[in-house]
């Protein structure tokens, strides 16, 4: 059963004077529980697509189907609330709020579920114990390394327990032991929860993971 549905997806860009065509009538399908690749050259459309795919950012033309859904006819208050029930982010640069301890980062996304205070620090403690870094949950981003804030990303990410996982380039600022084991986190969470992963990367290590790689070429989709 597919999860998400991509239909003939176009997004053009206005530079200028000049329409410049990032996506060119992209279509795929990605089953409930897989674990997908989106590979491409800087450039060739990837990341607007996972942004598309996300709903945030509309295409200008087509449609994506979330679970049958047509999440880019939804109203932007609607869209928001769907993006936080079925859907978490993690981003190559961390995203996460200086100001704020681990724990408190993963916790961000609960603020708005209606639980109680405890019970969101529960949940978030137990989302870090699956990153492997319950023993910093009380630090601030400023004293852990990137592949520790990578790690309290994917906690937050994972805390409402979405349906979705969408990844962008989530070890391209990491070295290469610590990508690894980012990549071993994704992979391991996506066997044991059956949630849906989409990665969109430039790195052939995560082709490795994958159980199906979509590959993006001058804003088409060359081979799925």
């Known amino acids: 059963m597919s999860i998400i549905k991509a239909t003939d997806v176009k997004k053009t860009f206005t530079i200028g004077k000049m329409n410049v065509d990032i996506l060119k ?8 529980g ?3 690749a989106i590979i491409g050259e800087s450039g060739s459309g990837k990341s607007t697509f996972l942004n598309i ?26 869209l928001a609330l769907f993006r936080r029930r079925n859907i978490g982010f993690v981003f190559q640069s961390y995203n996460l709020i200086p100001q704020l301890t681990a724990l408190e980062n993963v916790e961000m996304p609960l ?8 019970e969101r620090k529960n949940r978030a403690f137990e989302m870090l114990k699956k990153v492997g870094l319950e023993e910093r949950a009380h630090h601030k981003p400023s004293e ?14 994972l805390v409402n327990y979405p349906k979705i996982v969408l990844a962008d ?14 990549l071993n986190i994704l992979k391991e969470l996506n066997e044991t929860t ?31």
């Open 194 to 224: 059956g949630q849906t992963f989409v990665i969109v990367t430039h790195s052939s290590q995560v082709c490795d993971y994958a159980n199906k790689i979509i590959k993006v070429v001058d804003g088409k989709v060359f081979n799925n």
């Open 53 to 78: 795919l996300g709903g945030l950012m509309p295409p200008s033309s087509g449609d994506i189907f979330i679970e049958n859904e047509k999440i880019n006819g939804l109203s932007e208050n609607n």
């Open 144 to 157: 852990l390394s990137g592949g520790q804030q990578q790690r309290v990303s994917i906690a937050r990410a």
């Open 169 to 182: 380039e989530p070890t391209g600022n990491l070295d290469s032991k610590n990508s690894i084991e980012i």
């Open 111 to 118: 603020i708005f579920s209606g639980i109680s205070k405890k």
């Open 34 to 36: 897989e674990f997908v």
């Open 25 to 32: 009538g992209v279509s795929v399908e990605i089953e409930k």
